[in-house]
């Protein structure tokens, strides 16, 4: 059974930075690759960033450039790195297990619970 528990979010300033972790518990080495993902209010899931297992990286073009996706297999830990963190970026951000079809990332069956992140003044 796979676990994804997410921690970092809270509430930032415009311009400001945050960090989430993605612990995985359970099968961490057999899982293809990772997401992130958000939902603002009102809003459609989407995926803003996706990391496979050589580390290779796509980002949604309303967040390139700004956050960064990583892991760190010795941790089982995804992170996502938010800079330069805008009110639009206010969501629920979760993580998740997927791979790779058509070079498209396709998401899995496992989700992080979703954590909250609010940007504003």
């Known amino acids: 059974q796979v676990q994804l528990v997410e921690s970092g979010g809270g509430l930032v300033q415009p311009g400001g930075s945050l960090k989430l972790s993605c612990v995985v518990y359970?099968?961490?080495?057999?899982?293809?690759?990772m997401g992130w993902y958000r939902q603002g209010p009102g809003n459609q899931r989407e995926l803003i960033a996706s990391?496979?297992?050589?580390?290779?990286?796509t980002y949604a073009d309303s967040v390139k450039g700004r956050f960064t996706i990583s892991r760190d297999n010795a941790k089982n830990t995804v992170y996502l790195q938010m800079n330069g963190l805008k009110p639009e970026d206010t969501a629920v951000y979760y993580c998740?297990?997927?791979?790779?079809?058509?070079?498209?990332?396709?998401?899995?069956?496992?989700w992080g619970q979703g954590i909250q992140v609010t940007v504003s003044s």
């Open positions: 990391i496979n297992r050589g580390k290779d990286t």
């Open positions: 359970g099968g961490f080495f057999s899982i293809d690759a």
């Open positions: 998740n297990t997927g791979y790779y079809s058509d070079n498209l990332y396709t998401p899995g069956r496992y």
